[in-house]
């Protein structure tokens, strides 16, 4: 048997440490975190959201009244999208942009969407999903937040609500 001598401590300390923060991060998902408000990067916690009537998006543009929920509600041109407001770099909830209102800014690290979701600066690489919408028959829209949409499939009819000129 070897002495033990103070390097040798201080290596199996070394690893002893490692195997537990490796332990420790096995056992716990990492959990995304938000900056600027304290749900966290969490998705949103609703199943579907009643987001009002085509009647309350009179101007084109975002309107972040369900930005608490993590989603943005977006008049386009000729159709009203229902999207998911955490940025796909880190999770951090975007806001409308002060100096481009057409667009979103991530407060974390200043990447843009456009109007339509699309990523336009980085460091996110990916879009932002577009939420299933349907229209009632009285007029209400409802997101359902269990199907979303990447940029690819954004044309399909349930990924928007037409809007009559």
Known sequence: MTDMTRRNLLVIAGATACACCLADAQAAPPRRRSHDDDEGGKGPTVKSLNVGKLSDYERPGFYDKFRPQKVMVCKLDDRLVVMSALCTHKGCTVKIDPAHPDQLQCPCHKAEYSDQGTAIKGPAKVSLVRYAVA???????????????????????????????
């Open 135 to 165: 229209e009632s028959a009285d007029g209400t829209i409802v997101a359902d937040l269990t199907k979303s949409f990447e940029e690819r499939k954004w044309e399909d009819p349930t990924a928007f609500v037409a809007v009559k000129k």
